[in-house]
């Protein structure tokens, strides 16, 4: 039956965990392509056949126009849900540089195909430049933090480049008390985390 793969990649969606991303389904995704092409091509014939017979296109109503109405029909449905999945993908992955900072971790990079890792370098690139003419970190919290500073622990060894200019290695547990917009990156991508009294 037409359009059943396209509704599976779009379920597949739906049934994810909300602003969670499930990994990219290029098999699935190809074959909804795939069905596409052969609509095109079906598309295609009937019409050619309606014009070959000598027969209106626009106004003659016969088998073969039917036909191409339900090829038709079934394309335009397909792309909706390519487009769909796509879309809610994109969103997903923008939201992503707000929570995790502007490098993936490996198991969100494993779920993204090619073009959407692009997408990301992309967009993230593009809110670096912003964040640097405007001289200001977006991505830190939206909340106004009670102490500009925090303690933490560190989960990994880290080389860190601080705001003031500083460079600090920081050892595996150790425990320091830093400025919450230099230990905000490293707490999103899990090499800190925030020691609460």
């Given at each position: 039956m037409y359009g059943r793969k396209a509704c599976q990649l779009v379920k597949e969606l739906a049934s994810g965990e909300k602003g969670q991303l499930t990994p990219y389904n290029s098999d699935l995704f190809d074959q909804v392509i795939a069905e596409c092409s052969q609509h095109h091509?079906?598309?295609?014939?009937?019409?050619?056949?309606?014009?070959?017979?000598?027969?209106?296109?626009?106004t003659t109503r016969n088998a073969d126009h039917y036909g191409a109405l339900i090829h038709h029909l079934s394309l335009v449905r397909n792309k909706r849900c390519l487009m769909a999945?796509?879309?809610?993908?994109?969103?997903?992955?923008?939201?992503?540089?707000?929570k995790?900072?502007?490098?993936?971790?490996?198991?969100?990079?494993?779920?993204?195909?090619?073009t959407e890792e692009e997408y990301f370098?992309?967009?993230?690139?593009?809110?670096?430049?912003?964040?640097?003419?405007l001289d200001l970190d977006l991505t830190v919290d939206m909340v106004p933090p009670k102490d500009p500073y925090i303690q933490v622990r560190v989960l990994d060894d880290i080389g860190v480049v601080l705001s003031d200019d500083k460079t600090t290695n920081f050892a595996r547990h150790s425990m320091h008390f830093l400025k919450r917009t230099d230990a905000e990156q490293f707490i999103s991508r899990g090499l800190m985390e925030e020691l609460t009294s």
């Open positions: 091509l079906e598309l295609q014939s009937l019409i050619r056949k309606m014009q070959e017979e000598g027969l209106d296109v626009q999945y796509m879309y809610n993908r994109a969103e997903i992955i923008r939201s992503l540089i707000w995790v900072g502007p490098v993936l971790p490996q198991q969100i990079q494993e779920k993204l195909s090619h370098k992309k967009h993230s690139g593009a809110l670096q430049s912003y964040m640097s003419r």
